[in-house]
């Protein structure tokens, strides 16, 4: 069994490495994914626009969901 120590150093190399993958990522490449992220949201979860939402300014990679949120606020989110 791991050490609570073993399994932080663990986490953090892979948060690494998933950032630097994330970063490595073509612009485009991530503008083609995500409508195949942010679409399913939207339709399996329909409570989003009826409530109070919040959302995170990507960086380093992550992707944008500038799109999903204004279709939940002028849905009336």
Same mark, same amino acid.
């Given at each position: 069994?791991?050490?609570?120590?073993?399994?932080?150093?663990?986490? +953090? %190399? !892979?948060?690494?490495? @998933? $950032?630097?993958?994330?970063? =490595?990522?073509?612009?485009? *490449? +991530? %503008? !083609?994914?995500?409508? @195949? $992220?942010?679409?399913?949201? =939207?339709?399996?979860?329909? *409570?989003?626009? !009826?409530?109070?939402?919040?959302?995170?300014?990507?960086?380093?990679?992550?992707?944008?969901?500038?799109?999903?949120?204004?279709?939940?606020?002028?849905?009336?989110?």
């Amino acid at each position: 069994m791991l050490s609570w120590e073993e399994i932080r150093a663990w986490r +953090r %190399e !892979r948060r690494a490495a @998933l $950032i630097a993958e994330r970063q =490595a990522m073509p612009q485009r *490449e +991530r %503008e !083609r994914l995500q409508p @195949l $992220i942010t679409g399913p949201l =939207a339709v399996h979860f329909p *409570e989003l626009m !009826r409530g109070v939402i919040g959302f995170y300014w990507p960086f380093r990679g992550e992707i944008g969901l500038h799109h999903l949120i204004r279709q939940l606020i002028d849905a009336g989110a």
